[in-house]
């Protein structure tokens, strides 16, 4: 064999070999990177840019890009959006920025959002969606209910339910749910009339019958309030329960139909409130 | 009567200080065969360019049967092939011909009939099916002068109309060529290929880097040299030596 | 000038309809659609709406990018191959050149819409079960092929100034400015100084405002814009292309080969 030849076939296999070298170290080098992320705690990245952003770059497309963010939302969702300072609601103003008619975000932000990240986050975006889709009596109906529900804001709670109750088709439920917000906001005399009306005008007797219970108890609550009068006007100050009512002998036992709600007496003003 | 005129043509680029064309003044008559001769880069195919309106001259006048190039009634009486004519590949060289035909108007009738005739004159009667990709560059030539037949020219503009060809090409290009003289047309063409030149020409004019150096008959630019590609050299060689 | 017209769009026509990007851009349109089957079912209930979008979004790129790859060629090809030379001393008019090529892209393009179209509809009806909102779908699709109707004339354009890659960009960039024309508004409506809020208003004014024609987002809840409103946007878009018409017709006729 000539030299020459000789050379080449060891350069040959010299690159051969390089070749498997290479080929080996990276795909080692591949596996040792994987292995040390797997080790390592990730912290959470999410890179979600601002809606205002969004909108402005989609060029056409915000339906398109409303619907990719959604179905990212989604996915977001089931992976780390019920985890504390996740960003849902990021995720949904995305959503709704880019397609204020999209019902359906807003209605999942009411649910979720309240409970998961804030109720003004929800309130934010609801009140996108009342803007925009005015025939929706939902929008403003979850997040009453979730004023309700989990704060206690009767005064916001009223005000979304209100505005639900004026939007087509509005189901009767929505009425009574403001009769019932109504007194247990602390303002009978408006609560028992709004049950009055709708015991009158309900074509659903259930409805009416709950309407008739609702408006005894508050038979009973006025009463209550009378008898905390007398109490104040005797003791010089309002009493701190119905149990103080009962020792001083303005109130035999606890009203019947009251067993199931909690009546709070505000020391200052004598208000009660039924939860 | 000059079928074809320029007067005292100029054509400056920019960005290039020299002009390509430089004070061009020549005519050709009614059914003259006028070849324009000189060496690459020597204006020629600008020359030509303005002539059939692809381009316009920076100052002179270029006159056609009697009006500007960039009129559609020119045009309309005139025929160009271009050098290297280019065409839609995809397309067959009969449906090119329609589509040229097309552009002049011509009723289907005819311009079938003249499709045909033209197929058969260039020799390219078995080919008019095939795809122009497929076609050799002595095919192209052929067919980029049938396009140039299409509407029965006045004046024929044709840039090496002879490149390309074998022998036996050129020879039929050039008999095309003495028909069409025979039949009235005034023909204009660029050509390397002197000796054809020779056969068929009326008149000839050299250019040389964009200068009109010689205008004349065959016999009076040919002189006293050999033949006619003895005189273009010298000629050449001589203008360049003045220049000088 | 009809047959004129007629012989460059039919050439034009059949031109880009052997373009292979084009087959290519379909492709990926039809991707688009079959991929909303599946994202569909992971979109919590949404699947109409995600059906109906996704396809809208694919026809209109389809158009977009048979514009932008197809379109920029249009002229150039013809003058780097030297097509025109064969063409143009013919007894045409350059303005007729533009007006066959124009009629020719936008006739390719038709066809693809309609094809698109068809395919989509075929969808919509199989996951709806009901034709009723074929009407609002088919209008915007309708207006967005005007859209492009314009688009084709703005490439066109910049086909007859410059390079391929340089007219598919600036008409790119066109597509981009035009779609954000409420940016430019807020600009205006905001910016306090009237030097500034001039030169803005000039340029919102002057670049074509495409956003009218996205009629998408709408039609997917039934929104269908008024019968004025649509007239409008007709007028605009005869108007705006008349005005890229003849501005390319004074910068092709200019052009020198």
Aim: charged content about 20%; overall charge neutral.
């Amino acid at each position: 064999m000539k030299i020459s030849e000789a050379r080449k076939i060891i350069w040959r296999m010299a690159l051969f070999a390089c070749f498997i070298i290479a080929s080996g170290t990276f795909i080692y080098a591949q596996i040792a990177y994987n292995s040390l992320r797997a080790h390592r705690t990730q912290a959470r990245q999410v890179f979600l840019p601002s809606s205002d952003v969004v909108g402005l770059f989609s060029f056409g497309f915000k339906n398109f890009f409303a619907d990719m963010f959604w179905i990212q939302s989604i996915q977001y969702i089931v992976t780390e959006g019920l985890l504390k300072d996740s960003y849902m609601a990021e995720y949904f103003d995305i959503v709704t920025t880019l397609d204020p008619y999209f019902e359906y975000p807003y209605l999942v932000s009411n649910i979720l959002l309240p409970r998961y990240a804030t109720i003004q986050d929800a309130q934010r975006l609801s009140d996108r969606g009342i803007q925009f889709i005015p025939s929706s009596w939902q929008i403003p109906f979850y997040l009453g209910v979730q004023y309700h529900v989990v704060e206690r804001d009767y005064a916001n709670a009223l005000r979304y339910l209100r505005i639900a109750e004026k939007r087509p088709d509005a189901p009767p439920i929505i009425r009574s749910l403001i009769a019932s917000y109504t007194v247990r906001s602390g303002d009978i005399e408006s609560g028992k009339a709004l049950y009055e009306a709708l015991r009158d005008t309900s074509e659903n007797e259930y409805t009416r019958q709950v309407a008739d219970a609702w408006i005894r108890q508050i038979s009973i609550l006025e009463s209550l309030r009378a008898a905390t009068l007398l109490y104040k006007e005797r003791y010089g100050s309002y009493p701190a329960d119905m149990r103080a009512l009962i020792r001083a002998g303005f109130l035999d036992e606890v009203p019947e139909g009251l067993e199931n709600f909690t009546i709070s007496i505000d020391p200052v003003s004598g208000f009660i409130q039924m939860r | 009567m000059a079928v074809i005129e320029l007067r005292d043509v100029t054509k400056k680029f920019s960005g290039i200080d020299a002009p390509v064309v430089n004070g061009l003044t020549l005519a050709v008559e009614k059914g003259h065969v006028f070849g324009f001769l000189g060496p690459n880069g020597a204006g020629k195919t600008t020359t030509m360019k303005m002539l059939v309106g692809l381009a316009r001259p920076t100052s002179g006048s270029v006159s056609v049967l009697g009006g500007m190039p960039q009129e559609r009634n020119t045009r309309e009486k005139i025929g160009f092939m271009p050098e290297n004519s280019a065409f839609y590949l995809y397309l067959s060289g009969k449906e090119f011909l329609s589509f040229v035909a097309d552009i002049f108007g011509l009723d289907a009738g005819i311009k079938n009939r003249r499709i045909a005739d033209l197929l058969r004159d260039v020799n390219l009667e078995q080919a008019g099916d095939i795809q122009i990709r497929k076609y050799s560059k002595g095919m192209g030539q052929r067919l980029g002068l049938a396009q140039a037949l299409i509407n029965d020219p006045e004046v024929l503009f044709l840039d090496e109309p002879l490149d390309g060809l074998d022998p036996l090409g050129r020879a039929e290009a050039k008999e095309i060529l003495m028909k069409l003289k025979n039949a009235g047309k005034t023909i204009f063409f660029n050509s390397h290929v002197l000796s054809d030149v020779e056969d068929i020409c009326d008149a000839v004019g050299i250019i040389d880097k964009g200068r009109l150096i010689k205008y004349g008959t065959v016999q009076n630019v040919r002189g006293n040299h050999p033949d006619l590609e003895d005189a273009f050299v010298n000629i050449i060689k001589e203008a360049r030596r003045y220049e000088k | 000038m009809k047959n004129r017209i007629l012989a460059i769009a039919i050439n034009a026509f059949k031109e880009s309809m052997r373009d292979r990007i084009l087959f290519a851009v379909l492709l990926f349109a039809l991707f688009i659609i079959a991929s909303s089957l599946f994202l569909g079912t992971i979109s919590f209930d949404q699947e109409q709406k995600i059906i109906k979008d996704f396809g809208l979004t694919a026809i209109f790129l389809l158009q977009i990018f048979i514009i932008v790859f197809v379109g920029a060629n249009l002229v150039y090809k013809e003058v780097e191959r030297r097509t025109f030379f064969m063409i143009l001393p013919k007894p045409i008019n350059r303005a007729e050149v533009i007006v066959g090529k124009w009629l020719g892209l936008g006739t390719t393009i038709f066809l693809m819409t309609v094809l698109s179209s068809a395919i989509f509809f075929i969808i919509v009806g199989l996951k709806n079960g009901d034709a009723g909102g074929f009407g609002p779908l088919a209008l915007a699709i309708a207006v967005g092929y005007i859209e492009s109707l314009l688009l084709i004339m703005v490439s066109i354009l910049f086909s007859a100034l410059t390079s391929p890659v340089l007219a598919s960009v600036y008409t790119i960039s066109i597509f981009l400015i035009g779609h954000s024309s409420s940016l430019l508004l807020t600009i205006i409506q905001k910016e306090p100084n009237v030097i500034l809020k001039t030169a803005v208003s000039f340029l919102y004014y002057i670049f074509p405002n495409l956003e009218k024609f996205n009629i998408r987002n709408g039609v997917i809840y039934g929104v269908v814009p008024a019968t004025e409103q649509l007239w409008w946007i007709v007028v605009y878009a005869v108007a705006y292309g008349i005005v890229l018409f003849i501005a390319a017709k004074i910068i092709f006729e200019k052009r020198e080969f």
